[in-house]
């Protein structure tokens, strides 16, 4: 792949990464109630579940997503559903006061993450884009498909990073019970939200 086209690559990755989304939801609300260290476990899910969604395209699934539309309706439909249950297990987690002496409840799980990311329509069609854009016909495919993988690698670490910190310094901030929950009220809301950006 050429240096001009991996950038451009990594240009359409960064904008798909960056923006708000179930994964960067999750990423500042764990940083905001468990802090960053805590919370790396989820980003390294995250990060896998994408490099396993972009191989899965890469080597068949996209191609039946396009030949049966049902699927990925059932995957929004999925996506949906389990989007509306993390928020509401966002917007009613119990009160935590962070303090460096006491440890509060255990974050997501790296599966978790994982797993979310094979009901994340987002995610999908990251990867749908990606490898149907960027990825080169014939005896170089294979070395484009890396390329792509690469690049997802590289602004999903980034982004997820600045989320995470975004949402460690907010956790700060939330030093009492009302910020507390008023924080994962809007949180949960948010993700709530990314349901309507499934369906437009």
Do not use: D
């Amino acid at each position: 792949m050429e240096l001009s086209l991996f950038f451009s690559m990594l240009g359409f990755l960064w904008v798909a990464a960056i923006t708000p989304g179930p994964n960067n939801m999750l990423l500042t609300t764990s940083g905001a109630n468990f802090g960053f260290f805590r919370s790396i476990w989820l980003l390294v899910g995250i990060m896998l579940g994408m490099q396993s969604m972009v191989l899965l395209v890469a080597f068949g699934v996209g191609s039946l997503i396009m030949v049966y539309p049902t699927l990925h309706l059932f995957l929004k439909i999925a996506g949906s559903l389990y989007l509306l249950w993390l928020a509401w297990k966002i917007a009613t987690s119990a009160y935590e006061k962070l303090e460096v002496g006491a440890a509060p409840p255990k974050p997501l799980r790296w599966y978790q993450g994982w797993l979310l990311q094979f009901l994340n329509p987002k995610a999908w069609l990251m990867g749908l884009g990606a490898v149907a854009s960027f990825s080169l016909a014939g005896a170089a495919y294979n070395h484009s498909i890396a390329a792509i993988s690469l690049g997802v690698f590289i602004v999903n670490l980034i982004s997820g990073v600045i989320w995470l910190g975004f949402g460690t310094v907010i956790g700060r901030l939330l030093s009492s019970r009302r910020a507390w929950y008023s924080f994962n009220v809007t949180m949960g809301l948010l993700t709530a939200g990314c349901v309507l950006l499934i369906w437009h």
